[in-house]
C-alpha cells in the first residue's frame, strides 16, 4: 500500500512524542487524507468539547497519493475541530509541504494538547524533536520559514506555520505553507495557534512505495496527457489561472457585488483575470508538487512587491465583494493575508459586511477612530481593516471573530453572507441552484470546494446543466460530495476533476495501494467519509436549521442581470436532497443508512 | 442591428482584441455569427470553441449573460440588439 503505515502522536503539554501503527483495514475503509484523519479524530475528541480546548487535537494527514508521481500528489488535509463554525473543520493545501511530510516516513501528525510556551515541530527521517519557538512568536509566516530554514540548513526542508493571524486567535487565520499556499479556511490557525504551535518543519527521504510500480506509471502517464489535452486544464488554468472566472461569473450574472445585495460588478475590466495580465502583473505561473496545470501565478506590482496571487476567490472578496476596483490594491490585501496567515475569503466577506454595517449607519463613524471610512469602493479600508483585524484593534477585535459574529454584535446577523458562520465564496446562490444546495449542506459552512457545482452549472464540466434548473441537482450534489471526499482523502488537488472522471481516480488509487476498490466502492468510501463528518457536526449540536442560507439568498431577487428575479429555492431542493443521501426528515443518517456504509 | 461582442480568456489574449461590433441588418444564428466574427477579424476563431459541430466542453458563449446551451445551442437565433460574449475552455476556482 501506499502509505508507510506510520502515524506520529505529539503531546504538546508533556513533549512525549510516540510512533504508532496504521492499520492497513482502517486505511483502505477511508482511503488517506480527510477520510482518514477524520475518522482518527471523530474516534478520539468529543464533539462537544470547544475548539479552542485543550482536549481538540489537530490532525495534519496526508493523503493515499500524496508524494506519488501521480498529477498533482502533493496535498495534505488539516483536521481538527473548527473555532469558527463549531463543525469539524478539514482545510487542505497544496504546494512541496504534503509531499516533504510523507517523505519523513509518518503519513499522519496527531497534535494533542497545548504546549506552555511557543514551539515547533521538527522531523528529519522518522526522528522528531519539539523545539522552542519563542524567536519566532510574532513573526510573520515569510519570515518564520526564511529563519527556520536558515536553522535547519537543509535546503529540501519544507515548512507550514501560523502567522500573527492564527498566534492572536483570529476565527478566520489560516495555516501556510511554502510560505504562499494555504489550508486557509475554518480558522485551523486560530487551533494551531491556541496550542501555542508555531510551525512544522520537514525534511526526508522516504520514497511512497506503490503497489504496482510499473501499472501505475503508465495510469499516471494516461492521466497527465488527458489533463493537457483538456481545454479547461491543459489551456484555461495555465494560462489565466483560477482568475480566468471573473469575468465568466461576471458576465453570468453571479459575481456577488456590494456584499450580495448586486450579481454583477461595473469595474471588472479593471481586476479580471485578464486585466492582471494586460497591466503586466503576472510575472509567470507556479505550480504545485508533481503538478501538471500549474494554475498558481507569480505577480510583481508596479511598486516592485513581489508575491503569490490573487486567486479568484481572494480577488473577488477584495474586489466585487467591496466594490473596489483597485487590482493593486487587492493584490497587496492578498499578499497580506498570506503573509500574516488569515483567510483571505473570510476577511475580505468581513470587511465586506462592515461596509454595509457602516452603510446602514450601524457601524458608527467614531468607531473607526481616525481609520479610512468603511465605504463600498474605498480602497484605502483594505489593508487598513485586514491589518487591524489580524492585531485585534480597534474595531479589528470585532472582525477578528468572522462575518458573522461582527454582524450579530451589532443586532444584524442578516446581513452576513455566511453559512454555519462561514463567509461564503464568490458565486451567487441564486444564480446557480446546485452551488446553493451545496453550501446549504456543506460539512464545513460556507465553501465551494466541497462539491464544485460550478464545474457542471457554469463552465459545462463533464456536462453542461442548467444553473436555474433544481431537477436533479440533489443527485449531482450528493456525487459531487461524495467524489470529492475520495479526492481530498486522495491527495490529489480538486481541479484534476474538470479532466478526470471516478474510473480515473480509481485506477490511480488502486494500482497505488494494491486495494482493488471497484469504482462503487470508491464512491461509497466517499459517501461513508461525508456521512461520519455529518455525524460529527449533528452531535456537535447542529440541527437541519442550520441546513441552509443567509435571508437575503432565499427572500431577496436579484436586483439586474441575468438573473434578474431569481432567489435561490433551497426550500425545494433540500428534502430531496435528505432522502437520497438516505437521511430523515431532519438530516439524520438512518440506522440503515448506517449499516450500509458500516458506520 | 448591432451586435456587441466580447472575447475573453485565451482568445482576447492571443487575439488582442476584447470586444467587436457586428451589423447585420437580418437574423443570424450564433454558429453564423462566430463565423461573421471570424472574417472581420481574419482569424478562424471557432476551432477554439466548437469541434465536430458541438460546443467544446468548457466553452461558454452567452447572449447577455445567458448560455446558449439552455437555447438552442449554435442555432440559436439573434433577433435584436444584444451582447455576446464568447469564452474558450477556460476554468474554474
Ligand atoms: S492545479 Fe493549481 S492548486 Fe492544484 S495542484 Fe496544480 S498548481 Fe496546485
Redesign the pocket.
Known sequence: MSYHGKILRINLATKEIKPENLSKDLAKKYIGGRGLGTKIFSDEVDPKIDAFSPENKLIFATGALTSTIAP?G?RYMVITKSPLTGTIASSNS?GFFGHKLKSTGYDVLIFENKAEKPCYLYIDDEKAELRDAAHLWGKDTHETTDILMGEIGEKTAKVACIGPGGENLSLISGIMNDKNRAAGRSGVGAVMGSKMLKAIIVSGKHKTLIDDKEAFNKAVKEKIKILKENGVTGEG?PTLGTKVLDNIINSSGLYPTRNFQKAQFEGIDEISGEALVEKGYLVKN???YA?P????RLVELPQGKIGEGPEYEPGWAFGALCEINDLNAISQANFMCNELGVDPISVGVTIATAMELYEKGYIKKEELEKGPELKFGNSEALLYYTKKLVYKEGIGEKMALGSYRLAESYGHPELSMTVKKMEIPAYDPRGVQGQGLAYATSNRGGCHVRAYLIAPEIVGAPEKLDPQEIKGKPEWVKIFQDLTAVIDSSGL?L?TSFALGAPDYADLLNKATGFNYSVDEMMQAGERIWNMERLFNLKSGFTTKDDTLPKRLLEEPIPAGPNKGHVHRLGELLPDYYKLRGWTEDGIPTDEKLKELGL | MIIHIKLFATLRLKLGVAGLEIETDKPVTIMQLLELVSQKLDTDIIPELIENGEIMVGTILLINGKNIFHADKLETLITEECEVSVFPPSGGG
Open positions: 498533482t502533493g497544496g488554468l507556479v505550480a504545485c503538478c496545470i500549474a494554475c498558481g488537488c481541479f
